[in-house]
T-cell receptor, first 113, second 112 residues
């Protein structure tokens, strides 16, 4: 299995621009999680989906952040407009059913200038 | 009550030494306690996990010790190697919840 795939791996953008991060979960996994990692706040859960439906988005920091999962094999996290404080590494993770292990992607390092 | 507090923030150990990372929690509903290992430029990956019905779990050089009454659990890395240098996260999950609550992470450096 290819594992969780994220793109792009690195993104540099200017303040005010729209940023879209992409994730392909492991085939057969029905849960998908978006995390943000920073030195100050560690690993924060932003939102998670079950069977393509958002279940808990309480970690989404602001209305500038939105996430979608149009099908079982694709999810996006969008930031519009982006701000320098959004600079972080964003991880996508997936898991199957009632199992506990989450499988993380390699992350997208976002830098907002 | 959802927090998991992890210490130390960073740890430097000589090759062959024992690395110990500690975590404490408040929510007594937590019933699954994994440790994730993250190498630079990679996503976290499950290393070892424990449930409260046992006090210790060992996998190779890695051991989780669990103290239910103190609401603490720790990761011990025996015979630490430079290849163990990574960031380690403890986490916890309660019952039927699907999400994990992560600690703040410990950056481990094992000197050759």
């Amino acid at each position: 299995d290819a594992g969780v795939i994220q793109s792009p791996r690195h993104e540099v953008t200017e303040m005010g621009q729209e940023v879209t991060l992409r994730c392909k979960p492991i085939s057969g996994h029905d849960y998908l999680f978006w995390y943000r990692q920073t030195m100050m706040r560690g690993l924060e859960l932003l939102i998670y989906f079950n069977n393509n439906v958002p279940i808990d988005d309480s970690g989404m920091p602001e209305d500038r952040f939105s996430a979608k999962m149009p099908n079982a094999s694709f999810s996006t996290l969008k930031i519009q407009p982006s701000e320098p404080r959004d600079s972080a590494v964003y991880f996508c993770a997936s898991k199957r059913g009632a199992t506990d292990t989450q499988y993380f992607g390699p992350g997208t390092r976002l830098t907002v200038l | 009550q959802q927090q998991v507090k992890q210490s130390p923030q960073s740890l430097i150990v000589q090759k062959g030494g024992i690395s110990i990372i500690n975590c404490a929690y408040e929510n007594t509903a937590f019933d699954y306690f994994p440790w994730y290992q993250q190498f630079p430029g990679k996503g976290p990956a499950l290393l070892i996990a424990i449930r409260p019905d046992v006090s210790e779990k060992k996998e190779g050089r890695f051991t989780i010790s669990f103290n239910k009454s103190a609401k603490q659990f720790s990761l011990h890395i025996m015979d630490s190697q430079p290849g163990d240098s990574a960031t380690y996260f403890c986490a916890a999950k309660r019952g039927s919840a699907r999400q994990l609550t992560f600690g703040s992470g410990t950056q481990l450096t094992v000197l050759p």
